[in-house]
T-cell receptor, first 112, second 114 residues
Framework: GQQLNQSPQSMFIQEGEDVSMNCTSSSIFNTWLWYKQEPGEGPVLLIALYKAGELTSNGRLTAQFGITRKDSFLNISASIPSDVGIYFC????????????FGKGITLSVRP | GAGVSQTPSNKVTEKGKYVELRCDPISGHTALYWYRQSLGQGPEFLIY????????DSGLPNDRFFAVRPEGSVSTLKIQRTERGDSAVYLC????????????FGQGTRLTVV
């Protein structure tokens, strides 16, 4: 079963607002990834994090790898309507080959 | 094409039938993964190939599920005696070898067992 916790299940924000999502686990991960999925499509990688404490940006997106290696957050600044979608965190555990464990995802809605 | 291609996009089958789902990875990618995504859930790992061999098949739920990659490129996920609980989106992903090279996902095959 899945070991990454994402909540709430849905978030509703106004265009232009910032939003922050986090992902927690009871286990240590040595890689944290954030994906976005739109209807009928596969997940698309947004940001990859490989070191505890690492802070990485990709345009309006910023993500951090928690110091304890058991959490990560994603921040979206100045949201726009095309940010709508499902945001998944995923992690790779030590010794887990290349397989990823995903959270359940957060559905983001942006009101114009 | 440039991305991971999965066929068919949608498959409806009757309970008890056999199905095959196909994945064409990005050219040159040695690693290939199958994941299953049920409604309202994140993808769950099924199997990982490095070249032609299955490096990790720990996610296959039971022996009705099998996957092959005979020439190290195209992969086929095979499900025997399908059950209604097998209904899900089956996602394929591929990656190049090396640390820090993450996988690209296909659009998935939506399997519905009626």
């Amino acid at each position: 079963g899945q070991q990454l916790n994402q909540s709430p299940q849905s978030m509703f924000i106004q265009e232009g607002e910032d939003v922050s999502m986090n992902c927690t686990s009871s286990s240590i991960f040595n890689t944290w990834l954030w994906y976005k999925q739109e209807p009928g499509e596969g997940p698309v990688l947004l940001i990859a994090l490989y070191k505890a404490g690492e802070l990485t940006s990709n345009g309006r997106l910023t993500a951090q790898f928690g110091i304890t290696r058991k959490d990560s957050f994603l921040n979206i600044s100045a949201s726009i309507p095309s940010d709508v979608g499902i945001y998944f965190c995923a992690g790779r555990r030590p010794g887990a080959n290349s397989k990823l464990t995903f959270g359940k995802g957060i559905t983001l809605s942006v009101r114009p | 094409g440039a991305g991971v291609s999965q066929t068919p996009s949608n498959k409806v089958t009757e309970k008890g039938k056999y199905v095959e789902l196909r994945c064409d990875p990005i050219s040159g990618h040695t690693a290939l993964y199958w994941y299953r995504q049920s409604l309202g859930q994140g993808p769950e790992f099924l199997i990982y190939f490095q070249g032609t061999g299955a490096a990790d098949d720990s996610g296959l739920p039971n022996d009705r599920f099998f996957a092959v990659r005979p020439e190290g490129s195209v992969s086929t996920l095979k499900i025997q005696r399908t059950e209604r609980g097998d209904s899900a989106v089956y996602l394929c992903a591929s990656s190049a070898q090396g640390a820090g090279t993450e996988a690209f996902f296909g659009q998935g095959t939506r399997l519905t067992v009626v």
